[in-house]
C-alpha cells in the first residue's frame, strides 16, 4: 500500500526496496559463480582475460582491448591504440605514482585491468569481477574429498574504476558499480546521459561531456553564420545524445534550426549510407551537417557523398569521435576538405612516449595482450610451443623496436587515461591524511576504503594534470570543457592536413582568416534556409521553422518598421527609396513657368487686350446712337466697371462719377486669372474667395439686367404703350448693384465664419506611386466650396439665358436680343461641359493644374462670349 499522492515509482523506500532486492540477488549470482569458479579451477583459468597488478590497494580498469566480435563472438581483432596505448598509459601511471615518494608513501597501488571487447554487455560480465570481494561467502558447508575446509583466496577489493571509453559501456558498468558504491573515472566517455548526478553518482570523468562539445559545435556554427544545419548521429548513447545535447541547446539559444534529424543504425549498408545522402539534399540549403558518428560510419558517409558526387558540397562540423584521425578520410580526402572537427584539449605526453617505445616481450610481460600487439604492430608471427608458424609469415625476432620498425603515433586519450589514474592517487592521498594522519601504509580507517567517502575526495581533487592543465570535477563528476578546433585543408598547404584553427574554453576564439573550404575559397559558404531580405522588405516567417521566411515588399506607403512588420506613413510622409524610413513629401505650387499656368495666362492677356479694344471703342464713340442704345452704363460696368465718360446729372452720375471704378466685370474676370496663378498666402486666398465669384456675378448681373428690361420693354409693348418701370440707366444700375451685393454679402459670411489661410494638402495628389507623391500648396477652398461660389453666377447665368430666350421673338432691328441670346447658350453649353470636367479630374495626378486652369480657361471663354454678346 502506498500513502495517497504518492506512486510506487516516486516513493524513496520503495527506490531503496528495489535496490535492495537487485543488490542481493547480484550477491547471490557472483557467490555461486565464485564458489564453482574457484573449486573447479585455477584463479589464472577463471581470469584468462585480465592483469593483475598486486598492491595495497587496487584499482579498477577497463579498456577496448579488441574490438566487437562477428558472429556473435564477443571480442574481435585487437585495437593497438585505443586499446593497447591507453591501457599502457594506465600502467605508466601506476609505475609512476608508486616510484613517487611524495604521493602515496609506503603505499603501492594494484590494478586489476580487463578487456571490454567494445561491447557494453561483455563489459558488464567482465565487471562482476570488481564486486566479487563485496560479497560476504559461507564456506561452512564446503569440504574438500579429505574433508578438510577448501582453502578458498579472498578476492583483491577494488576501491575504484578508471574506464570505461565507449559511453554505452561507462553507462553499463555504472548501474553496476554504483550498487556497491565503487567510484569510477572515465577516460573518454562524453555521454551527457552521464551527468546525470541522480542516476550516474558514482561515476567522474576527466574528459568534458559533450553538453560542452555541443555547445561549442553551435558556437562554431553561428560564428560561420549559420542558421540550418542537419545532425547526423551513429545509433548508440554518443552519437544520439550528442545529437540530442546539440539540439536541445540550438533550441534553447536560438537563431540555429535543424533541417533534418538521421540515425545512422548500428550495423549500416552501403544501400543506407546512399539513402542517408539523399535524405539530407532533401533540404539542400542546409550544407552544414553536424556529425557525432563513430570512424567507421564518418568513412562510409563520405563515401556515398562522393557516389553521389556531391564533393564540396556538405560542410561536415565533426565531434571528437572524427576529431584529428587520418582512417576515416583515408582517399577521401577532396571530400572532408573544410571539415571543422572538435577535440578535448590535449597534448602529446612525453614520459609515456618514452616508456611505450622501450616496451619489448622481455620487459612487458605484465599486459597478457601485449605478444598479440607485438605480432600486429610488427606484422609478424611469434612462435609457440606446439603451434606451427605459417611459414608464409615472417617470424617475430623479438628484437623488433617500436617506432623504428613500425610507425608509432601516441594516441590521444593517453594523456587523460594517465590524469584519471592521477585523479583517484590524489583522492586516496588525502584520504590517507585525514584518516590515518602521520600512520605508514593503509591504516584500519582505510582498510577497507569507503566508497562514498572516497567519491567525495576524488570530486574535490584539483591538481594539475599529465599536461599541465588543471584537473577538476564539477557537483556531477564532469571535467572542465576545452577543446581545439581543427578544420582539414588540402589547398595552399605544404602539409595539407588537419590545422588548428580556435579554442573553446567556456568560448570560443576562431581564426575566420585562418580557414578555407573546398577549392581553397577562403569566403565562408552558406548554410541557410532563406537568404536575408533586401532593405525595405520583411520577413514573412514560415510556420514552425523559425530560421525559414519568406521576403515581402513594404507597398505602397509603407516602409520597414522592423526586420518584420510594415507601418504606413503618415500622411505628410512617403517612404525613403530603399523603405527604411519615412522622408518628407515634397510641396508644391503652381509655377508661371508651368504649360497649366502659361496657356490661361495668355488666354487673359489676349481677353484683357481684347477688352480693352472695345473699352477704347465705347469710349472714343460714347455719344454715338449705337452706343447709346446697348446701355451705356451696363455696358461700362460690364467691361470695365465704368459707368461713362460723360457727366452725367442723375443720382448715379453724382454717386459715381466717369473716372471711377466702382465694380469690375470682364476687365476683373480676367485679372483674377492672375490671383490663381500666384503663390497662395493669407492674402492672397482672401481675394481668390472675394474676386472669384464677383466678377462672373457682375458679368451675369449686368447681362440679366438688360436681358429682363429688353424682355419687359418689348411684353410691355403688346399690352399699352406705357414704358415699364424701372427701365432707366440708374434703375438699371441700382439692380444690377443690388444683385452684385448678394454675392459679396455670401462672401463676407464666409469670411467670417472660416477665415481664409493656406493649407498643404496631401492627400490630393498622393498616387499609388509614392515617388510621385506631392503635397500642395493652396487656399483652403474646396472643390464645393468653389462650385458654391460659383452657384450664384450660375444662377444669374441660366436665368438671364430664360429671359434670352423669352426674347427671342424681338424685331431684328434690334441690336442686343439675338446676340444675347446666343452668348447665353454658347455659355450654357461651356458650363455643361466645366461642370463635369472639373469633378472629373479629382482623382488625377495633375488635378490641381487641371482644375485650376480649366477654371480660368472656361471663365475666359464665358466672358468672351459675355464680350460679344
Known amino acids: 500500500m502506498t500513502s495517497p499522492g504518492h506512486t510506487p515509482s516516486s516513493s524513496p523506500f520503495y527506490y531503496h526496496h528495489i535496490l535492495f532486492c537487485i543488490r542481493w540477488t547480484l550477491y547471490l549470482w557472483l557467490w555461486i559463480a565464485g564458489q564453482v569458479g574457484q573449486v573447479s579451477s585455477s584463479h589464472q583459468h577463471f581470469h584468462p582475460h585480465s592483469i593483475k597488478i598486486p598492491g595495497d590497494i587496487t584499482l579498477g580498469g577497463l579498456f577496448p582491448i579488441h574490438s566487437r566480435g562477428p558472429h556473435g563472438l564477443p571480442c574481435g581483432e585487437l585495437k593497438k591504440e585505443k586499446g593497447i596505448h591507453r591501457m599502457e598509459a594506465m600502467l605508466y601511471a601506476l609505475d609512476q605514482i608508486n616510484s613517487d615518494p611524495e604521493l602515496l608513501p609506503n603505499i603501492t597501488l594494484g590494478a586489476r585491468i580487463l578487456d571490454t571487447c567494445s561491447r557494453d554487455t561483455y563489459a558488464l560480465e567482465q565487471s562482476l569481477t570488481f564486486v566479487q570481494a563485496l560479497i560476504q561467502k559461507d564456506t561452512s558447508d564446503i569440504r574438500c574429498s579429505n574433508g578438510e575446509p577448501p582453502l578458498i583466496r579472498r578476492p583483491e577489493r577494488v576501491v575504484g574504476v578508471i574506464g570505461a571509453s565507449a559511453s554505452s559501456v561507462s553507462i553499463m558498468v555504472a548501474n553496476i558499480l554504483r550498487l556497491f558504491e565503487i567510484p569510477q573515472v572515465s577516460y573518454a566517455s562524453t555521454a551527457p546521459e552521464l551527468s546525470d548526478n541522480n542516476r550516474y553518482d558514482f561515476f567522474s570523468r576527466v574528459v568534458p561531456p559533450d553538453s560542452y562539445q555541443a555547445q561549442a559545435m553551435l558556437d562554431i556554427v553561428r560564428a560561420l553564420g549559420w542558421n540550418y544545419v542537419s545532425t547526423l548521429a551513429s545509433e548508440g548513447n554518443y552519437g544520439e545524445s550528442g545529437v540530442e545535447a546539440f539540439m536541445q541547446i540550438s533550441r534553447e539559444a536560438g537563431g540555429v534550426c535543424i533541417a533534418q534529424s538521421v540515425k545512422i543504425p548500428r550495423e549500416p549498408t552501403t544501400v543506407e549510407f546512399d539513402k542517408i545522402i539523399k535524405r539530407l539534399m532533401e533540404t539542400s540549403n542546409a550544407r552544414g551537417v553536424i556529425i557525432f558518428a563513430n570512424e567507421d560510419d564518418i568513412k562510409c558517409v563520405l563515401e556515398a557523398a562522393k557516389r553521389a558526387n556531391l564533393t564540396g558540397h556538405f560542410l561536415f562540423v565533426g565531434s571528437d569521435s572524427w576529431g584529428a584521425k587520418g582512417s576515416p578520410i583515408t582517399e577521401l580526402e577532396d571530400v572532408a576538405e573544410g571539415a571543422v572537427t572538435i577535440l578535448p584539449k590535449r597534448a602529446s605526453i612525453d614520459g609515456f612516449d618514452q616508456y611505450f617505445v622501450s616496451r619489448s616481450l622481455e620487459n612487458n610481460r605484465r599486459n597478457i595482450w601485449f605478444n598479440e600487439f607485438w605480432e600486429d604492430d610488427f606484422r609478424c608471427k611469434l612462435t609457440r610451443p606446439g603451434i606451427k608458424v605459417d611459414p608464409e609469415k615472417k617470424k617475430c625476432t623479438g628484437e623488433e623496436r617500436i617506432g623504428q620498425d613500425s610507425a608509432y603515433e601516441q594516441e590521444g586519450k593517453v594523456q587523460f587515461v594517465i590524469d584519471a589514474v592521477y585523479a583517484v592517487a590524489y583522492a586516496l592521498h588525502s584520504m590517507h591524511l585525514d584518516l590515518c594522519r602521520s600512520s605508514a601504509g593503509v591504516c584500519s580507517d582505510m582498510d577497507p576504503v569507503e566508497g562514498r567517502l572516497l567519491l567525495d575526495y576524488i570530486r574535490a581533487v584539483n591538481f594539475n594534470g599529465s599536461a599541465g592543465t588543471s584537473v577538476l570535477f564539477n557537483e556531477n563528476g564532469d571535467a572542465p570543457g576545452r577543446y581545439d578546433i581543427f578544420q582539414f585543408q588540402m589547398t595552399n598547404h605544404s602539409h595539407p592536413g588537419y590545422h588548428v584553427i580556435g579554442q573553446w574554453t567556456n568560448n570560443l576564439k576562431l581564426n575566420l582568416d585562418e580557414m578555407q573550404w573546398s577549392g581553397g575559397d577562403k569566403s565562408v559558404p552558406d548554410s541557410i534556409c532563406s537568404f536575408p531580405c533586401n532593405p525595405g522588405e520583411r520577413k514573412k516567417m514560415v510556420k514552425g521553422v523559425p530560421c525559414c521566411w519568406h521576403c515581402e515588399l513594404c507597398d505602397g506607403y509603407q516602409y520597414q518598421l522592423d526586420e518584420f512588420t510594415c507601418e504606413t506613413c503618415p500622411s505628410n510622409m512617403r517612404p525613403a ?13 503652381l509655377e508661371w513657368n508651368s504649360p497649366w ?11 484683357i487686350v481684347a477688352t480693352s479694344a472695345v473699352v477704347i471703342t465705347f469710349i472714343r464713340f460714347n455719344d454715338t446712337p449705337i452706343v447709346r442704345a446697348s446701355g451705356r452704363e451696363l455696358s461700362y460696368v460690364l467691361l470695365t466697371g465704368l459707368c461713362s465718360l460723360e457727366p452725367s446729372w442723375s443720382l448715379m452720375g453724382r454717386m459715381w462719377p466717369c473716372l471711377e471704378v466702382p465694380r469690375r466685370g470682364i476687365f476683373l474676370i480676367y485679372l483674377i486669372t492672375f490671383l490663381m496663378i500666384a503663390e497662395p498666402g493669407a492674402v492672397a486666398c482672401a481675394f481668390r474667395r472675394l474676386l472669384l465669384g464677383l466678377g462672373m456675378a457682375i458679368t451675369y448681373s449686368a447681362m440679366l439686367t438688360k436681358t429682363n428690361r429688353i424682355y419687359r420693354i418689348f411684353e410691355q409693348g403688346k399690352r399699352s404703350v406705357t414704358p415699364p418701370k424701372f427701365i ?47 503635397g500642395i500648396l493652396k487656399c483652403d477652398m474646396s472643390d464645393l466650396s468653389i462650385i458654391c461660389c460659383l452657384s450664384y453666377s450660375i444662377v444669374l447665368m441660366v436665368t438671364c439665358t430664360v429671359y434670352a430666350v423669352k426674347s427671342r421673338g424681338v424685331p431684328e432691328t434690334f441690336n442686343e436680343a439675338k446676340p444675347i441670346g446666343f452668348t447665353m447658350y454658347t455659355t450654357c453649353v461651356i458650363w455643361m461641359a466645366f461642370v463635369p470636367i472639373f469633378f472629373g479630374t479629382a482623382k488625377s495626378t495633375e488635378k490641381m493644374f487641371i482644375q485650376t486652369a480649366t477654371l480660368t480657361i472656361y471663365r475666359c471663354l464665358s466672358v468672351r462670349l459675355s464680350l460679344s454678346g
Not at 577 to 589: G, H
Open 577 to 589: 527609396p530603399n523603405r527604411t524610413t519615412c522622408c518628407p513629401t515634397p510641396i508644391i505650387k
Open 597 to 607: 499656368a502659361l496657356v490661361p495666362a495668355s488666354l487673359a492677356l489676349l481677353g
Open 728 to 774: 432707366s440707366p440708374t434703375s438699371q444700375l441700382i439692380i444690377t448693384f443690388i444683385l452684385i451685393s448678394v454675392q459679396v454679402l455670401g462672401v463676407f459670411v464666409w469670411f467670417g465664419v472660416v477665415p481664409p489661410h493656406t493649407i498643404i494638402d496631401y492627400e490630393e495628389l498622393r498616387p499609388p506611386n509614392p515617388d510621385l507623391a506631392r
